[in-house]
Nanobody, 115 residues
Framework: QVQLVESGGGLVQAGESLRLSCAAS????????MRWYRQAPGKQRELVAT???????SYADSVKGRFTISSDNAKNTVDLQMNSLKPEDTAVYYC?????????WGKGTLVTVSS
């Protein structure tokens, strides 16, 4: 079992930055993949960024160069630094942990970007 708690969402203006954090209930390096997803109103949930237990990262094309995913094994957290935010980044952001093909989800944190 992995419990996940997201924090850091809020309301910002276009061009500003936010940092989301996901706290996990077990060691991050004991989890195969940690991911951030987002779901905008009326749209399907989409994968935003992934970090593997080995530290390899990958990003959706829509956020590449603006978002950075990182992990802190000492704190068991995974952060998503979001820069140059756009109104289309508005969504509920969910933290996901994949461990031995089982997925665990947080409850999400809302990010709203005004134009």
């Amino acid at each position: 079992q992995v419990q996940l708690v997201e924090s850091g969402g809020g309301l910002v203006q276009a061009g500003e930055s936010l940092r989301l954090s996901c706290a996990a209930s077990r060691r991050i390096d004991d989890i195969n993949n940690m991911r951030w997803y987002r779901q905008a109103p009326g749209k399907q949930r989409e994968l935003v960024a992934t970090i593997t237990s080995g530290g390899t990262t990958s990003y959706a094309d829509s956020v590449k160069g603006r978002f950075t995913i990182s992990s802190d094994n000492a704190k068991n957290t995974v952060d998503l630094q979001m820069n140059s935010l756009k109104p289309e980044d508005t969504a509920v952001y969910y933290c996901n942990a994949e461990r031995f093909l089982i997925n665990y989800w947080g409850k999400g944190t809302l990010v709203t970007v005004s134009s």
